[in-house]
């Protein structure tokens, strides 16, 4: 069982930064976020694999990195010119296998509670 925590979620202006940070109990093969506005389907945003590869949705591409500890148990999604649209409820996955596609929210099975972004223009 893998337990993951995320925090860093809040308000800010559209231009603005945050940092999302997401703790797991152990070290797994991907992690990844995810977000889901409302009445919206979840959709992938971000992965990193335990050997640093990373992948992004188009839509956060030069705008958000992801990046992990040396720990490989804290993975972090710094968000830079964020948008109204970038507005969701961001949750933390993990996925302990190998194989896949980083963007499929099925085939993660660990969550966080997710961490509230809210931007306003």
């Known amino acids: 069982q893998v337990h993951l925590v995320e925090s860093g979620g809040g308000s800010v202006q559209a231009g603005g930064s945050l940092t999302l940070s997401c703790v797991a109990s152990e070290n797994t093969f991907l992690m990844g976020w995810f977000r889901q506005a409302p009445g919206k389907e979840r959709e992938g945003v971000a992965a990193i694999a335990d050997d640093g590869t990373v992948s992004y949705a188009d839509s956060v591409k030069a705008r958000f990195t992801i990046s992990q500890d040396n720990a490989k148990t804290t993975v972090y999604l710094q968000m830079n010119s964020l948008k109204p649209e970038d507005t969701a409820m961001y949750y933390c996955?993990?996925?302990?296998?190998?194989?896949?596609?980083?963007?499929?929210?099925?085939?993660?099975?660990?969550w966080g509670q997710g961490t509230q972004v809210t931007v306003s223009s």
């Open positions: 996955a993990a996925k302990t296998y190998y194989g896949g596609t980083w963007y499929a929210a099925r085939e993660y099975g660990y």
